[in-house]
């Protein structure tokens, strides 16, 4: 088995999920070379295995009951055959030639542990204009070149969770660091929990087995979005939450916070900075001082336990 394409969903909305499962089935890959596990991650309304597309004989619905992203990917990593794991949402599209490209990534890259490509929004309602600049926060990523990287902070090589591509190895890495750990289990999301840094690391679990990262034009998927997320209120609770989320991984990982080193300074230019921005802008800066603030009040009472 060469693929396993790990797709987790929680209460989903049925007809975004088929629209993943008929990308999935569309692929140019032959259907003997990977396997589909779909996570149905303690949904109210348990899945249907009549969901899984015909013509997949090696689809698998599996039930994860313990609630959160974190515990259903760890169910895939689990119970995965695949040399190359394919993680995607419930409202991700590939393009057909995804997984394809991918198999010929892992061959010709294998200095790559991590790796991902671009994705487009697709839109339920029409995306007011000033939404665009915080499009990045729904997970929209242009990539028109290949990049990759060896290093922790080179951004424009870092890779998304959806559509994620990972070896076998770093993925099981992962999961050891994960198993037992509370923070890195808070790190992504899990019920109304808007946490997303668990990708980024599952993400630099490569650099800890001295592989690099990446993300390559020849990879291309849709991201779906409802018109709930094109509102002020979620762009300023999502940035919020990416901050504590993201203050956390630094923490757990001892990765360096230049922000810190000169607080002064950097209190001083921040100020500057906010009374010169429009309304939005500055409630998202205050949102993410909010974020930073409790990811830290968090982490020193672990750290006291």
């Known amino acids: 088995m060469l693929i396993t394409v790990i797709l987790c969903t929680h209460n989903p909305d049925e007809d975004v999920l088929r629209q993943t499962l008929d990308g999935l089935?569309?692929?140019?890959?032959?259907?003997?070379?990977?396997?589909?596990?779909?996570i149905d991650n303690a949904s109210k309304v348990p899945l249907d295995a009549a969901l899984l597309p015909e013509g997949m004989p090696q689809a698998?619905?599996?039930?994860?009951?313990?609630?959160?992203?974190?515990?259903?990917?760890?169910?895939?990593?689990?119970?995965?055959?695949?040399?190359?794991?394919?993680?995607?949402?419930?409202?991700?599209?590939?393009?057909?030639?995804?997984?394809?490209?991918?198999?010929?990534?892992?061959?010709?890259?294998?200095?790559?542990?991590?790796?991902?490509?671009?994705?487009q929004p697709v839109f339920a309602a029409e995306a007011p204009a000033w939404t665009k600049p915080y499009w990045y926060l729904l997970a929209v990523r242009e990539t028109p070149e290949d990049?990759?990287?060896?290093?922790?902070?080179?951004?424009?090589?870092?890779?998304?969770?959806?559509?994620?591509?990972?070896?076998?190895?770093?993925?099981?890495?992962?999961?050891?660091?994960?198993?037992?750990?509370?923070?890195?289990?808070?790190?992504?999301?899990?019920g109304d929990s808007l946490a997303s840094a668990g990708d980024m690391d599952l993400v630099y679990t490569s650099f800890d087995l001295n592989y690099g990262i990446g993300r390559f034009a020849a990879l291309s998927l849709d991201h779906l979005i409802p018109a709930s997320r094109l509102t002020e209120a979620y762009f300023i609770r999502i940035f919020e939450a990416m901050h504590y989320s993201g203050t956390l991984l630094k923490k757990t990982r001892n990765y360096p916070d230049t922000a810190s080193r000169f607080r002064i300074r950097h209190y001083l230019r921040w100020w500057k900075?906010?009374?010169?921005?429009?309304?939005?802008?500055?409630?998202?800066?205050?949102?993410?001082?909010?974020?930073?603030?409790?990811?830290?009040?968090?982490?020193?009472r672990l750290q006291k336990k």
């Open 147 to 190: 990049c990759l990287s060896m290093h922790y902070g080179d951004a424009a090589a870092e890779p998304c969770g959806a559509g994620l591509c990972v070896r076998r190895e770093v993925a099981v890495q992962y999961a050891r660091y994960v198993e037992n750990d509370h923070v890195r289990r808070s790190l992504d999301r899990s």
């Open 60 to 119: 698998r619905l599996v039930q994860e009951t313990a609630l959160g992203l974190t515990s259903a990917r760890l169910r895939g990593i689990r119970q995965a055959q695949g040399d190359l794991l394919i993680f995607v949402d419930d409202d991700n599209v590939l393009r057909s030639d995804y997984l394809e490209n991918a198999l010929e990534i892992y061959r010709k890259h294998s200095t790559v542990g991590a790796f991902g490509g671009g994705i």
């Open 273 to 300: 900075h906010f009374i010169t921005r429009p309304s939005l802008d500055r409630r998202m800066m205050l949102a993410e001082r909010r974020g930073k603030r409790r990811a830290l009040a968090e982490w020193k």
């Open 25 to 38: 089935k569309r692929q140019s890959l032959d259907p003997g070379d990977w396997e589909l596990l779909l």
